[in-house]
């Protein structure tokens, strides 16, 4: 039961977007995936690229992933990692595969002179919130994210 974390490389965007449609699934967003693997090849691992992504193999197969960017912090001057997602298929949930991606993730801030590692949970997600707990995390509730997207976007954008 050898857990192993890699940086993801192109020939993993089938595997990446079957654990977004997973992630989707068990979010009740199914319906809100456009991706698919020609735009995971072109929006993780093309050369205007921001993002990245590591993938949990156990014994060689691929049970999770972590999909991250840099973001920055105005008031410390300093990058942060920004996890936009993190996901463990059912049948390995418990095994410390999103732990150990977490791990990473930490290590990969450290080494990058990161002053925060950061991300967003739903509210009813409580497997989740529990892990986040277990490793010290706190939630940050006196922010609201907001989102402009798809036709609002645009509308915005042009008017």
């Not at 319906?31 to 691992?45: D, K, L, M, N, Y």
Request: negative net charge.
């Amino acid at each position: 039961m050898a857990l192993t974390i890699r940086e993801a490389v192109r020939s993993d965007a089938a595997t990446l977007l079957g654990f977004i449609r997973e992630l989707a699934i068990y979010e009740r967003a199914e319906h809100e995936v456009a991706a698919t693997v020609e735009t995971i090849e072109e929006s993780i691992f093309g050369d205007k690229s921001v993002t990245r992504a590591l993938v949990c193999e156990q014994d060689g197969k691929p049970i999770g992933m972590a999909i991250w960017f840099f973001s920055y912090s105005t008031w410390q001057a300093r990058n942060g990692l920004y996890l936009e997602d993190l996901y463990v298929t059912p049948t390995a949930r418990g095994v410390g595969a999103g732990k150990a991606l977490l791990k990473r993730l930490a290590a990969i801030a450290v080494e990058n002179g990161c002053g925060r590692f950061e991300w967003s949970v739903l509210d009813w997600n409580e497997p989740a919130i529990r892990v986040y707990e277990a490793i010290s995390a706190e939630p940050m509730t006196e922010w609201i994210r907001y989102r402009l997207s798809g036709d609002k976007l645009k509308a915005f954008a042009e008017g």
